[in-house]
């Protein structure tokens, strides 16, 4: 699975982003997926999954009421809607990708994902 992160972008306090993740190949609807974020000197961290049958996601509490992830299986494609962000909320964001069987739920570990894309620059201006 090859994964094509886009969307990113500069904004202000308080305003939107829609991040997209589009994923190569025809096993889209296998894969579980996942939103990651890295700040500079930090280390990667969660923000939203959801599960391969869409009916399991889970977020970050920081950015729960904000962000919401969503996924299109016609479209082999994953979105982070963003919210009300915060200069917190800048980073690179990663979509992450993981086979799994129907009944699994979303995953916030980063180890479970094998499949990752190349990351998106989120910066939010205060």
């Known amino acids: 699975v090859q994964l094509q992160a886009s969307g990113g972008g500069l904004v202000q306090a308080g305003g939107s982003l829609t991040l997209s993740c589009a994923a190569s190949g025809r096993t889209f609807s296998r894969i579980g997926m996942a939103w990651f974020r890295q700040a500079p000197g930090k280390e990667r961290e969660f923000v939203a999954a959801?599960?391969?049958?869409?009916?399991?996601?889970s977020y970050e509490d920081s950015v729960k009421g904000r962000f919401t992830i969503s996924r299109e299986n016609a479209k082999n494609t994953a979105y982070l809607q963003m919210n009300s962000l915060k200069p917190e909320d800048t980073a690179v964001y990663y979509c992450?990708?993981?086979?799994?069987?129907?009944?699994?739920?979303?995953?916030?570990?980063?180890?479970?994902?094998?499949?990752w894309g190349q990351g998106t620059q989120v910066t939010v201006s205060s």
């Open positions: 992450a990708a993981r086979f799994t069987i129907l009944t699994v739920g979303a995953s916030t570990d980063l180890t479970d994902y094998g499949y």
């Open positions: 959801v599960s391969r049958s869409d009916g399991s996601k």
